[in-house]
């Protein structure tokens, strides 16, 4: 099939390169001559594992072109996918000025039996506004669909060719059964393709979004409990995880979530909800759980230096807002990061490989380390905050041996609080009982 790909940010290039990779012929177009010509030179610009190989080949094959044109490849289109970026507007409302404007440029280019696919996550009745949209413009029914992305960064591309499922908002069965051809080399016959109603698309992803970052706020609050009763979250987490009607995902607790996308969803859900004449009350309460939760290592540190950390010297341990990404979007660590500089911290911090986002916003504030260890050199406390595999099982004795003061406050729970008593440190996670504590 021919695709044209509409805006080469994270979805869009993933999204793009993976359905080359399947054999179609695929155009992917952005406003950013910058970035084609990246693209063009086999450079990608985000980092996210595999993808650059992937593009390399696939451009190498002829299958995979970078273009600020539209026009000549949209005229040839069999699908032309949206996705194009939906800021967060002023008043939590997704900004949808980037996919409007991708309909009118397109309209005029379109064949007649082509379909646009909005892949951007837009609110409800984003499509069908798209569609009148090109009703106007071309004065035809241009077939649209709505067919959200449930790509985590990091395993992206996993998440693409093994997805659990696909969704697809169609007006027109039709166009369902030509989406579903796109899909089939990925879809294995126990991973259904979901074909639905265009509003239930689109609320598909967002009731899938907030329900993850609820399970973290619920969990998050839990944890925080814990602390205050004595009790230890890991022993609770499996206490209810094998009850299946609840499960063990996503409910590991934390500093609270952070990326692109749940702070975002969840906010402009709450928007929906609003202009509707609804109160997404639990919705609110979990946005607002989640922006507490990225304050309590620092509460944690607050408490330990007695309120006074001036001049204290503090490691921190991981900037991106989860692993395997170098996004800092919405990022638990710039929360902290900003209250121990208002405290007077003197601040030392690693990432394997968000430093160069980190340091474009903050400059010379921070000290910045090429290793996790050389972070150490003196401090008074580590904060770790991102759960980078090489965190997890560190040379122990080198790590007291470096630090001023043995001093963790884990922000992701990645050591047992017993083990680091005994190895003479002082430990404390989110909601685990640490040894001497009751
Ligand atoms: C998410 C969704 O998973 C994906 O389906 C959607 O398309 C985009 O948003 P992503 O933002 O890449 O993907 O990150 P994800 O791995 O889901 O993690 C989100 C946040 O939740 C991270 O900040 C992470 O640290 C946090 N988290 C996750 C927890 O605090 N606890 C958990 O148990 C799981």
């Known amino acids: 099939m021919k695709v044209v790909m509409l805006g080469t940010g994270y979805v869009g290039l993933v999204t793009g390169t993976c359905f080359a990779d399947s054999g179609n012929d695929v155009t992917c177009v952005d406003i950013n001559q910058q970035k084609i010509d990246m693209l063009n030179r086999g450079e990608v610009p985000i980092y996210e594992p595999g993808l650059a190989e992937m593009v390399r080949r696939n451009a190498a094959s002829g299958r995979l072109q970078f273009t600020t044109d539209l026009r000549g490849p949209v005229a040839e289109a069999d ?123 689109e609320m598909t992803k967002y009731v899938a979004n907030c329900m993850l970052a609820t399970k973290i706020s619920f969990i998050n ?125 003197d601040i030392h911090v690693h990432d394997p490989v968000a430093v160069e986002n980190v340091k474009a916003q903050l400059g010379d504030k921070l000290t910045y380390h090429e290793h996790h260890y050389d972070a150490l050199e003196g401090v008074d406390a580590l904060a770790i905050v991102t759960e980078w595999n090489e965190y997890r099982n560190p040379d122990f004795e080198y790590v007291k041996h470096k630090m001023g003061t043995p001093v963790i406050f884990d922000g992701r729970n990645l050591y047992d609080p017993e083990k680091m008593g005994a190895a003479g440190f002082t430990y404390s996670g989110i909601g685990l009982k640490s040894p001497g504590r009751r």
């Open 79 to 201: 699908c032309v996918f949206v996705a194009v970026g939906t800021p967060q507007g002023d008043d939590g409302s997704a900004d949808l000025s980037y996919v409007f404007g991708a309909a009118e440029a397109i309209a005029p280019h379109l064949r007649e039996d082509a379909i646009v696919v909005v892949k951007s996550t837009v609110p409800v009745g984003t499509n069908r506004a798209v569609f009148g949209r090109l009703k106007e413009l071309t004065g035809r029914d241009v077939h649209v669909a709505s067919n959200p992305e449930f790509l985590k960064e990091g395993c992206a591309i996993d998440d693409f060719t093994k997805p659990d499922r696909v969704v697809v908002g169609v007006m027109d069965k039709k166009v369902g059964e030509v989406l579903a051809q796109l899909y089939a080399p990925f879809l294995r016959t126990e991973q259904p393709f979901l074909v639905m109603g265009l509003e239930s698309a």
């Open 221 to 345: 609050e839990m944890a925080n409990l814990c602390d205050r009763v004595g009790a230890d979250i890991n022993e609770v987490r499996r206490g209810i995880g094998h009850d299946q009607r609840i499960g063990f995902s996503f409910l590991f607790p934390g500093v609270g979530y952070g990326g692109s996308c749940f702070p975002k969803d969840v906010r402009a859900m709450i928007s929906v909800a609003d202009t509707r004449g609804m109160d997404a009350e639990i919705l609110k309460a979990v946005d607002e759980v989640n922006n507490r939760q990225k304050h309590v290592l620092f509460a944690k540190l607050d408490e330990h230096f007695g309120g006074d950390l001036k001049g204290k010297k503090i490691a921190v341990w991981g900037l991106s807002f989860k692993p395997r990404t170098d996004d800092i979007r919405e990022a638990p660590s710039l929360v902290l990061i900003e209250q121990l500089l208002a405290g007077g911290a």
